[in-house]
């Protein structure tokens, strides 16, 4: 069973780091674009940032130029490398991936992770 699992969540001071992983296992043949996204308490879930399985990257205004996103294609996890953090920046973290799997051989399909707290006090 395909399954994406975050890590790296915690709480920082405004100003600091933190850096969140994501790991994909199972049974996988592919894996297409790899993305993070936000939900604060309130809000609706929002894209953080994406990656293709080229390189090809994308942000949210609001984290450009402070977060960066990378991804490891045979080891088959990604990074967010989280610097001059905002208490703005409070939120759950998940972790999305487009998988091609045994479910759906052939096509690929979106799994979710189950989210990593990252809290930022002022």
């Known amino acids: 069973q395909v399954q994406l699992a975050e890590s790296g969540g915690g709480l920082a001071q405004a100003g600091g780091s933190l850096r969140l992983s994501c790991a994909a296992s199972?049974?996988?043949?592919?894996?297409?674009?790899m993305s993070w996204y936000r939900q604060a308490p309130g809000s609706q879930r929002e894209l953080v940032a994406a990656?293709?399985?080229?390189?090809?990257?994308t942000y949210a205004d609001s984290v450009k130029g402070r977060f960066t996103i990378s991804r490891d294609n045979p080891n088959k996890t990604m990074t967010l490398q989280m610097n001059s953090l905002k208490p703005e920046d409070t939120a759950v973290y998940y972790c999305?991936?487009?998988?091609?799997?045994?479910?759906?051989?052939?096509?690929?399909?979106?799994?979710w992770g189950q989210g990593t707290q990252v809290t930022v006090s002022s």
């Open positions: 999305n991936a487009d998988i091609n799997g045994p479910v759906t051989p052939g096509r690929f399909r979106n799994y």
């Open positions: 990656i293709t399985r080229a390189g090809t990257t």
């Open positions: 199972g049974i996988i043949f592919g894996i297409n674009t």
